[in-house]
């Protein structure tokens, strides 16, 4: 597993708003009305440094020191894997959990594009996963404007020179599906690369779907905007 980022101490109103969701304001606000106890003790002090070995009681509840967090979501188009607000909503907003807010995408994927999407708070993880040294391959199913020539499996095989690039793509798979799909696998993770290579082969992406990243194959059960939890084997296999 890799190693925890999450900070063994930090202020008890971060601590608070981070684990319910509820803003700085709020959280102060139930201080004063004594409404929080840290080891035994009502604690009105938002800005007390706390750690994960304290008995932390919000409304007599526990309050659980925040952990890592590997989510697994199924996009639907018009939204981005970004973490900064601009024109279209964040993939993060469609998580709705308390801890959703410390969530980055592992990877990206274009706002038009659908499928799945890796969501953590763990930076190292997220590293693992899309370090260009491990060559994960992620697999995609493609449909495009025009008919797909045969010529087009040994192209992505050999590799492309895309616009603008001074290397070729390393050897991708494309499998013919029927004459406008086709379902693409790539170890990079170069921009716009599934439309680049379609388009070096002078056609153009309909639609974008990923299917899998490495062993992480996207849940049948997720409808477009549903997600959930990575299950123990599914983080521990990064
Ligand atoms: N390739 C693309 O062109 N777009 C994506 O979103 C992912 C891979």
Not at 75 to 104: F, I, M, Q
Not at 228 to 233: F, G, V
Request: glycine letters at 6%; aromatic letters at 4%; a negative charge.
């Amino acid at each position: 597993m890799p190693v925890s980022n999450i900070p063994d101490s930090m202020r008890l109103d971060r601590l608070l708003s981070q684990v319910t969701g509820l803003s700085r304001n709020h959280v102060k606000s139930l201080l004063r009305g004594d409404n929080v106890e840290v080891d035994g003790v009502t604690v009105r002090d938002a800005a007390l440094q706390v750690n994960a070995t304290q008995a932390i009681t919000l409304r007599e509840d526990a309050v659980e020191w925040p952990r890592e967090r590997y989510v697994m979501l199924n996009k639907p188009a018009g939204y981005v894997c970004s973490t900064a607000e601009g024109a279209y909503p964040l993939v993060a907003s469609l998580v709705d959990a308390p801890w959703a807010d410390g969530l980055h995408s592992a990877g990206r994927l274009d706002a038009d594009s659908t499928g799945l999407v890796l969501l953590t708070n763990d930076g190292q993880w997220s590293h693992a996963l899309t370090s260009p040294r491990r060559q994960c391959v992620k697999s995609y199913v493609v449909t495009v404007k025009h008919p797909l020539q045969p010529g087009v499996v040994k192209r992505f095989a050999e590799g492309l020179m895309l616009n603008g690039e001074r290397e070729p793509t390393l050897p991708a798979q494309l499998e013919l599906i029927d004459t406008h799909t086709a379902r693409v696998q790539i170890c990079e993770g170069r921009y716009h690369q599934v439309k680049r290579m379609i388009a070096a082969c002078s056609n153009r992406v309909v639609t974008l779907h990923r299917e899998a990243i490495g062993h992480l194959v996207l849940d049948a059960a997720l409808n477009p905007g549903e997600w959930r939890e990575l299950t123990p084997e599914e983080i521990s296999g990064v």
